[in-house]
């Protein structure tokens, strides 16, 4: 379902494509960074994500509906995440959202891609998001769902790992942020007077 993850301009990190979209919200406890907040980025994510053949151009209230449907998959997720009961509202949306009928996948002799045909290729491209978000968290994998370690960051990802240790949404980023700040503790001068020593050494194990 997922092509030309390498080019696009967006994250293709969290292991699902419904968290991916949860993810367009970046740094939820900090700083908020949209990104789709620039013109044309959500029809652009939609056809990076492999759920649309051709860019659409989105009406604003269809931009508003992507939006819903991203923070409603964000709450439940997130409500899941800590076990508590889902909001059902945000639940409600998913299902609604995931009424419409999905795109039918068609080989193309030529290029050997897929081509999806689709009456209301905006409204297919939703309820694929939907349906994932409502497979992931009524399914097994609920209890996969972790948020990134970085507290400025938070990102919802799938723990796939084999170890089921995965701390960060990405090793490029959080991880190696984490790591970078735990070297400088590690090596951070001790205060003069304090030749106590202690901690400076061997550290502390960092997981993958
Ligand atoms: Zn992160």
Redesign the pocket.
């Known amino acids: 379902m997922v092509f030309m993850k390498s080019r696009s301009e967006f994250r293709f990190t969290a292991g699902r494509l419904s968290l991916d979209l949860a993810a367009t919200l ?2 939820r406890p900090s700083e908020r960074i949209d990104v789709l907040a620039p013109e044309g980025a959500s029809a652009r994510w939609l056809r990076d994500a492999g759920l649309v053949s051709d860019l659409l151009t989105l009406s604003p209230q269809q931009e508003v509906e992507i939006i819903a449907l991203r923070e409603a998959i964000w709450i439940v997720a997130d409500t899941a995440l800590h076990g508590d009961s889902l909001p059902r509202d945000a639940v409600m949306l998913l299902n609604t959202n995931a009424c419409y009928p999905l795109a039918v996948p068609q080989l193309d002799a030529v290029t050997g891609a897929i081509r999806f045909i689709a009456d209301n290729p905006f409204r297919t491209a939703l309820a694929s998001i939907a349906r994932d978000a409502i497979e992931l968290i009524g399914g097994p994998q609920r209890g996969q769902i972790k948020a ?3 507290p ?4 919802l ?1 799938l723990d796939t790992s084999q170890s089921s240790r995965r701390r ?3 090793m490029d ?3 190696s ?1 984490a790591k970078g700040a735990a070297f400088r503790s590690r090596h951070r001068p001790e205060p003069s007077g304090e030749e106590l020593g202690g901690h400076g050494h061997g550290g502390e194990k960092q997981g993958a």
């Open positions: 970046r740094r990134c370690e970085q400025d960051c938070r990102m990802f960060w949404c990405s980023r959080c991880g942020r």
